[in-house]
């Protein structure tokens, strides 16, 4: 697949603007270590950077693997010959009020004007803030999240030293409202994580019952829409997968990952309070940082340090070209690939050679070839997988809960099934779900 060259003369007409602006500057020589060693070390590097799956590509549909968009590429090029940063405003005045802007665009996705938010290195690092607050509010309660919930939330309350404890999900990979409401009976529940996508299946906790749930209980609600919550613009969602983003904007804090649906580079990731009151939370002292300026540096609402301003600049100017709007161009990407998965269930669930565990509720479908028994079920999903990755198609493995496959029994001590795994999350694969399903029901023949 040829990448995208042309773009480069937009770069060079966008660096001599920006140089332009600094023209009133005495010359000066930057050390270099010259282009044509230069070029031979970028040579060597792109032989290497070829040992890698063709993440790009429409046949890769293994991992939340999506490429950022040209503008984004080129704003954070571009930002990058100044490489401000964002931690206080002498570091990066620019691009402090670009991440300003593009945060409260996400936010204003929610119905938030009013909310404290900023960027940070991914989903991680929004996710332990979130839960950083959630414990200087409600410290030493318990952080609860579905079985189903990413693996970080285990390890960030182990870090925050908060205790933490899992709830069992249904056999759609949801949190089980039965049994979240017996746990939060005994009081001492301080934070329930609400997924919307999930790592494994993309599943959507059911964010209003747990809403509700909160008002009998009084624990906080943190959303970890990582993965999911740019569909709340999308308008070809389930029922009950609108409600739950429709419900997004009651929570108490959401995490969402530009870098994954939000088509940036790797590196950015969000985090927004419904109360900006958090703020006091992170209030410390700096002899040194905060002096430039009577004006929020966003350095004092985070727990990182230096931060690229670099990402922020990417995300605005992806933001402007695409703005968040429902039913705008940048909806319709996601939107294609939900009918992508959609279509792709509908193939896999019509043949006879595949079971899928449920209807995606986003992007991802998890599937499994027929067998007699969950050892022989797992070892074909792992040659199909193999044989898939022969013909130039790249899927994903998964071990996940028998539960998930209606009519399919536990054997023994077994509880899982090795499982194949698909995310459709580019839009160019609604063009490509064809060719995908005559690869794998070719697989199955080998």
Known sequence: MPFDHDSLEILDRALKKLDAGFSQ??????????????REVLVTLAEKLQDNYPYFHP???????????????????????????????DGGRATSELEKEAVAEIAAMFGWK?????????????????????????????????????????????????????????SHGRMDMNALAKRAARGDVGTVVATLGTTATGSLDPLPEILALREKFGFRVHVDAAYGGYFALASN????AARSFAS????????????????????????????????????????????????????????ECSRPGAVAAALWATQKLLPLARAG???????????????????????????????????????????????EISAKSRQIFEAAARRGLHLALAELPVKFWRGMQEDGERTTVTCLRSVLMKPEHLEWVGRIVELLESCSRD
Request: hydrophobic letters at 40%.
């Open 237 to 240: 969602l389930a029922e009950n």
């Open 59 to 89: 046949l890769y549909a293994g991992q939340m693997l999506k490429p950022p968009h040209p503008v984004a590429r080129l704003a954070y090029s571009l930002a990058m010959y100044i490489n401000p940063n964002n931690h206080a405003l």
């Open 248 to 303: 997004v904007g009651k929570a108490d804090s959401i995490v969402i990952d530009p870098h994954k649906h939000g088509l940036q580079p790797y590196g950015c990731g969000c985090v927004v309070f419904r109360d900006p009151g958090v703020g006091r939370l992170y209030k410390h002292d700096s002899p040194y940082t905060y002096f430039s300026s009577a004006e929020l540096h966003l350095g004092e609402i985070s727990l």
């Open 25 to 38: 500057l005495p010359e000066f020589s930057p050390a270099s270590a010259g282009a044509e060693r230069m």
């Open 114 to 170: 009013e909310f404290l938010g900023h960027l940070c290195g991914g989903g991680t690092m929004a996710n332990l803030e979130a839960l950083w607050v959630a414990g200087q509010i409600h410290p030493m309660k318990i952080v609860l999240a579905s079985d189903q919930a990413h693996y970080t939330h285990q390890r960030i309350s182990g870090v925050l030293q908060l205790p933490f404890e899992k709830v069992e999900c249904d």
């Open 329 to 375: 161009e940048f909806a319709k990407g996601l939107e294609r690939g939900r009918e992508a998965a959609l279509r792709f269930f509908g193939a896999v669930n019509s043949g006879h050679k595949f079971i899928p565990a449920f209807a995606p509720e986003l992007d991802i479908l998890v599937f499994v070839p027929t067998g007699d028994s969950l050892r």
